[in-house]
Each structure stands twice: as structure tokens, then as C-alpha cells.
């Protein structure tokens, strides 16, 4: 039976709405177009065997993982906003470093601090520059249902957080109605658009897209998910995440995490001419050394002289999510042409 709701209902609803991220707008939308790209565009990974940014120390906030690179480029070089866990907790720390490969660590930089973040993680994010500002969209709340967040700092180290979260779950039977994780933002036009993993009821972990004017006030692509969950047997059957999405030769492309039945992980590569519809390309990147021989994950980008450059998190134990001997390590994505 469908009820009829008045004024007064629509009106108490749509305040309810403001108030709670959840009740976001849906649209249908796409990214700029990304050019005349060549079919044949692929691309082969070069990484380096040894990570380029450890663990701490114990006793230090990233004793047990050093994952989740956000990498930036500036003026004075590149800065590093990276996941810490020290066994209990998730922070975000900083890295800063001349060429991407000898990191220098200044220490733990963005904590779980708000009453919604619940005091468990703030971080596996991603960092950008926007109006002379570090803005930062993050993960946080209890572990098995955080949403994500916004913070803004003039320097990297002195954050303003948004008072509440910023994307929320969706709403009941939705694909990520549980669980939203892992922005990944990219600025195009007057729009800011949100990558990010979303989890349904049955533990499904796919991604999906968002956009927003201003970082904060979002509307979700009607037709979420965007990428699905592979077939049985393959190296993503088992849930997607942690996306990072460049453009490049006329495409756009996205790395992202594939979990497998053994809960191992690789990165996978897709295409796309528009940003949302996308098809999953044969390269899977796996670990080839002791160190990420289980883990390889968490990827962050940056597109520099013809060349893609790649950090990513790798680690030794196969996990779902922590305790993985994290460490970071560095690769470059060469451009070929398939035959």
C-alpha cells in the first residue's frame, strides 16, 4: 500500500534529509569526455622490489601497517597522507620527499577525533589541493560501518573537520547501505567526483560514484555500482576497493583493489571514455616480492612526463583489511599498444 505523505511530512522528511548525509540526491551524470582515446592503449607496470616507506618502530602509530598512499605534488615536493595503524587504531600520517622514492616520515597528522568517527580510524583517503587548502575526504567510524568525512588544513598538519560525515550510507536493499570507504576524488570541470567502495547487507564490496560542487553536499550516480565484483576464480570475486582514477591517452583509467577467495590481493586496471562506464583491462598487478608477496593494494597516481606513477600498499599476510605487515612501495605504469 502506498501512503500519501503531505506538506507537513514532505517538509519534516527533507529537513530529516539535510540533516543526515544518507538521504543524498541521485543523478545520472558523466565525466567530461577524455578525448579520442586509441583502442590499442594499454599498459605494462615496472614497480621497484624494495617498498620505499616501511613500518615504524613499535610503540609508533604505524607499527603494525604503513598503507593507503595519498601522494601530492607541490611546490616544495611531494607529500605523502598515508594510512598508520598501530594495532588498535588508524591514523593518517605524513610523509614529505624530494622524488617519490626517499621519504622522510614527520609523524601521525589526522586522528578519529569527532564523536562519529567513533575513535577506531581516520584515514584511507585521499588528499587534494583546492583554494589555496589541503582538503581530505576519509574513512572513519566503527569498523564494519564507516562513511566518509571531510577536513581542510592550510598546512598539512592543522586540520578543520567537517562537523558530520559528508557521504553517508544509502538507503535500505541499496548497494551501500552497510558501508561506504575509500574516496578517491579527482577535480573536472566545476565538479568534484567521489570514487569510492560501498558495501551492501550480504558484504558485497563494489565501487560507485558520487559528485559535488563544493566537497561537501553530494549527489550519487543513479546506476551505482559502477564496477562490479569478478567472476568465480578470479581475482576479484570477492570484493572491489581502494580505487584510483587518472586520465591519460584518451582515457580515463582506474587501479583498484581485487580481493580473492584466499583473501589475497591484487590491482586491477579498467577504461572508461566517460568516467562511469568501465571495462576491466587484462592487466592484474601482483606482488613480486616477500614483503607484498600477499597484498597489493591501495593505490595513488600521478600522471608526469609521459609516464604513470604509481604508490601503492603491499604486505605479507593475506587480510582483509589490517595486521598485513604493511608497507608502501612504488611502481611506474609504461604506455604500450596492444597487439
Same mark, same amino acid.
Given at each position: 500500500?502506498?501512503?500519501?505523505?503531505?506538506?507537513?511530512?514532505?517538509?519534516?522528511? #527533507?529537513?530529516?534529509?539535510?540533516?543526515? /548525509?544518507?538521504?543524498?540526491?541521485?543523478?545520472?551524470?558523466?565525466?567530461?569526455?577524455?578525448? +579520442?582515446?586509441?583502442?590499442?592503449?594499454?599498459?605494462?607496470?615496472?614497480?621497484?622490489?624494495? &617498498?620505499?616507506?616501511?613500518?615504524?618502530? /613499535?610503540?609508533?602509530?604505524?607499527? *603494525?601497517?604503513?598503507? +593507503?598512499?595519498?601522494?601530492?605534488?607541490?611546490?616544495?615536493?611531494?607529500? +605523502?597522507?598515508?594510512?598508520?595503524?598501530?594495532?588498535?587504531?588508524?591514523?593518517?600520517?605524513?610523509?614529505?620527499?624530494?622524488?617519490?622514492?626517499?621519504?622522510?616520515?614527520?609523524?601521525?597528522?589526522?586522528?578519529?577525533?569527532?564523536?562519529?568517527?567513533?575513535?577506531?580510524?581516520?584515514?584511507?583517503?585521499?588528499?587534494?589541493?583546492?583554494?589555496?587548502?589541503?582538503? *581530505?575526504?576519509?574513512?572513519?567510524?566503527?569498523?564494519?560501518?564507516?562513511?566518509?568525512?571531510?577536513?581542510?588544513?592550510?598546512?598539512?598538519?592543522?586540520?578543520?573537520?567537517?562537523?558530520?560525515?559528508?557521504?553517508?550510507?544509502? &538507503?535500505?536493499?541499496?548497494?551501500?547501505?552497510?558501508?561506504?570507504?575509500?574516496?578517491?576524488?579527482?577535480?573536472?570541470?566545476?565538479?568534484?567526483?567521489?570514487?569510492?567502495?560501498?558495501?551492501?547487507?550480504?558484504?558485497?564490496?563494489?565501487?560507485?560514484?558520487?559528485?559535488?560542487?563544493?566537497?561537501?553536499?553530494?549527489?550519487?550516480?543513479?546506476?551505482? &555500482?559502477?564496477?562490479?565484483?569478478?567472476?568465480?576464480?578470479?581475482?576479484?570475486?570477492?570484493?572491489?576497493?581502494?580505487?584510483?582514477?587518472?586520465?591519460?591517452?584518451?582515457?580515463?583509467?582506474?587501479?583498484? #583493489?581485487?580481493?580473492?577467495?584466499?583473501?589475497?590481493?591484487?590491482?586491477?586496471?579498467?577504461?572508461?571514455?566517460?568516467?562511469?562506464?568501465?571495462?576491466?583491462?587484462?592487466?592484474?598487478?601482483?606482488?613480486?616480492?616477500?614483503?607484498?608477496?600477499?597484498?597489493?593494494?591501495?593505490?595513488?597516481?600521478?600522471?608526469?612526463?609521459?609516464?604513470?606513477?604509481?604508490?601503492?600498499?603491499?604486505?605479507?599476510?593475506?587480510?582483509?583489511?589490517?595486521?598485513? +605487515?604493511?608497507?608502501?612501495?612504488?611502481?611506474?605504469?609504461?604506455?604500450?599498444?596492444?597487439?
Amino acid at each position: 500500500m502506498i501512503r500519501c505523505i503531505g506538506w507537513l511530512g514532505v517538509a519534516v522528511i #527533507t529537513t530529516l534529509c539535510l540533516l543526515l /548525509a544518507g538521504c543524498a540526491r541521485y543523478a545520472d551524470f558523466e565525466l567530461p569526455p577524455a578525448g +579520442n582515446g586509441d583502442v590499442r592503449a594499454a599498459f605494462r607496470f615496472e614497480p621497484r622490489p624494495e &617498498p620505499v616507506l616501511g613500518r615504524g618502530a /613499535a610503540g609508533e602509530f604505524d607499527s *603494525h601497517d604503513a598503507l +593507503n598512499p595519498s601522494v601530492l605534488r607541490t611546490p616544495s615536493g611531494l607529500l +605523502n597522507f598515508y594510512s598508520g595503524f598501530d594495532g588498535s587504531t588508524w591514523r593518517t600520517g605524513l610523509a614529505t620527499s624530494p622524488d617519490g622514492i626517499a621519504w622522510t616520515k614527520q609523524g601521525a597528522v589526522f586522528a578519529p577525533q569527532a564523536p562519529w568517527e567513533q575513535g577506531y580510524i581516520a584515514a584511507n583517503g585521499t588528499v587534494i589541493r583546492h583554494q589555496q587548502e589541503f582538503w *581530505h575526504w576519509y574513512q572513519a567510524g566503527p569498523k564494519d560501518s564507516p562513511r566518509i568525512g571531510l577536513a581542510r588544513s592550510r598546512d598539512a598538519r592543522a586540520w578543520t573537520r567537517h562537523p558530520g560525515p559528508v557521504l553517508d550510507y544509502g &538507503p535500505r536493499s541499496s548497494w551501500d547501505e552497510r558501508a561506504l570507504g575509500d574516496p578517491y576524488v579527482v577535480r573536472a570541470g566545476d565538479f568534484f567526483y567521489l570514487y569510492y567502495l560501498g558495501q551492501d547487507r550480504a558484504r558485497r564490496q563494489r565501487l560507485g560514484l558520487a559528485r559535488s560542487t563544493d566537497g561537501v553536499h553530494w549527489e550519487k550516480f543513479r546506476r551505482n &555500482p559502477i564496477l562490479e565484483l569478478g567472476s568465480p576464480g578470479s581475482f576479484d570475486e570477492l570484493g572491489l576497493g581502494e580505487p584510483a582514477v587518472w586520465q591519460s591517452h584518451g582515457w580515463y583509467w582506474m587501479l583498484y #583493489t581485487g580481493r580473492d577467495a584466499q583473501e589475497q590481493r591484487r590491482l586491477g586496471l579498467a577504461r572508461s571514455a566517460d568516467g562511469v562506464h568501465w571495462t576491466k583491462q587484462p592487466l592484474v598487478i601482483a606482488g613480486g616480492s616477500a614483503w607484498d608477496g600477499k597484498v597489493v593494494c591501495d593505490p595513488s597516481v600521478e600522471v608526469a612526463d609521459g609516464e604513470v606513477r604509481v604508490w601503492f600498499g603491499g604486505g605479507d599476510v593475506a587480510s582483509p583489511d589490517e595486521n598485513l +605487515n604493511g608497507q608502501i612501495g612504488y611502481g611506474v605504469l609504461r604506455a604500450t599498444l596492444a597487439k
